[in-house]
């Protein structure tokens, strides 16, 4: 009877540590999982945002019925989805009908299909953003929809949405030996290792919310079926012991996670079987050490040798003990050092990227102080002299010439510090011969590299109202841009000219370059459009300055010259 109760209370303890073995080896696998979920979404949250700026999106939801405008937008749609890597890229007008779709040419087209009973159309419209994951309609195919409105400058011209699917996710999970699954709001499985447990419901679904469901077609023609889960105990902290199946399916230790920025939850099932070998190991183990201590009650000769051991025994396993706490100490710190260190290389990745652009203009600006520098430690060296012999005069001479070198680096530094501050969008009189001096003067390293000549023919009494530091971004993208398309040319020559026509200022900048090529001319403004070669450039630096001027009350235009070369007009409304 007393071996039973040993065997018995050493198996419950072997339970237990084994499932905290494997909830501790399991936590981070699960949140594993749910970061690369939510790192999945997040490759395209952003998506729509950027893409309600495009120019061809806006001038095919203002003219309703122009099937060229639609089929441009929707080739553009089509070559953002390839880039991207969206499963669709669509936009509806305002009574839910699609105007333009990323798989126009497709079977399964998106366009002339009517979304507006789809959840994500109607927040988009309300609340100017929305969110869906459910079957399509059209395709038969699930993802999840990010939707942005478009606004207009009377009201909303409609939405874009942009598609994705998870299942490449999935088919990842399903070579993994865990299984996964994730569940939303309603109770329905939406995403799974096991092909089996997909759209299925972990308990039923009431009739109300299946009407909402059939109204939303958010699982069309899908029978939402139950799948057999019983919970077989509740270990707390979002863990738990399921059973999926049938009486005779094994248990599996579930540990749940709610995935961020959604209403969906993630469960990692990691199989038993090692909790049960624990518990065999342990029982024949109790069973063996009540023996044992029956055999040396019996053996009195060896009494003092047994309570030895047993001393020893404790000793040894309290040594084991301190060790695995210094063990579980120093990997605790590793992990807080590893953890220390990865939070340190992001936030160095991302300081990196913002000072990236700032980088390319310092290293001009510091080949420009590389020859006052070594002009000043001439100077001091003869100043020395100089005074060594006593002659006063050369001295002056010399010490004057080191203050004006010294306050022309000041000039370079001040140049670059004022276009490094961080602008915070305060509009104010600005004169633009100061703002493209500015600017000239940061890109002067890189027009003497590429000899090119710089000219200007700007009215000193021209004022806009415009921020600064942002008015001298624009001037440098405009002007970088025009550097690099004389760049390698037998003729290389930029114009910056600023003039007065009526009550507005006009800024051009002309080359020399080849000029743009008329099919790229109506997607010169739109996101991630580049003529540039692939690693050169991202498509923004246009449509950024283009947004910056229009949130000043001006427009960015682009022209080929008659004579050769490329011109750029920026029309703001002239100050004073």
Known sequence: ?????????????????????????????????????????????????????????????????????????????????????????????????????????????????NFSYRPYFRDAMAKGYGRFYGIGTTSGEAGYYFARSIPGPEGVLGVVVVKVTLTGMERTWGQAADRVLVKDGHGVTILSSVPGWTFRTLEPLSDGLRERLAATRQYDRVELRVLAVKQLADLGGGASVLRIGGPGTPPLLAMARNVPGTDWQLLLLTDMAPVANAQRIAWAAGAAFVLLLTLAAMLVRQRRRTRAAERATRAALERSAQALEREVAARTAELVAANDDLRRAQDGLVQAAKLAALGQLAAGITHELNQPLAALRTLSDNAAAFLARGKADRVTENLTMIGQLTERMAR???????????????????????????SLALLAEKSRRLDANVETAIDPDLWVRFDPIRLEQVLVNLLGNALDAVAGGPVRQVRLEAVRDGGRALVRVLDSGSGIAPESLPHLFEPFFTTKPPGQGLGLGLVISAGMVQDHGGSIHAANRPEGGAMFTIDLPAHG
């Open 1 to 113: 009877m007393i071996a039973v109760l040993a065997a018995g209370g050493a198996g419950l303890l072997a339970e237990r540590l084994a499932i905290a073995q494997l909830l501790e080896q399991a936590g981070p696998r699960r949140d594993i999982y749910v970061e690369g979920l939510r790192s999945e979404l997040g490759r395209y949250e952003t998506l729509p945002s950027v893409m309600t700026y495009s120019t061809t999106l806006r001038q095919m939801l203002s003219a309703p019925g122009n099937e060229p405008l639609s089929q441009r937008a929707s080739t553009y749609l089509e070559q953002v989805a390839t880039v991207s890597g969206a499963a669709a890229i669509y936009a509806i007008d305002t009574e839910g009908t699609t105007r333009a779709a990323s798989n126009w040419q497709g079977p399964a087209s998106f366009v002339g299909m």
């Open 412 to 438: 370079i530094t001040g140049q670059l510090r004022g276009f490094a501050r961080k602008s915070e969008n305060r509009p104010e009189p600005v004169r633009l011969a100061v703002a493209a001096g500015n």
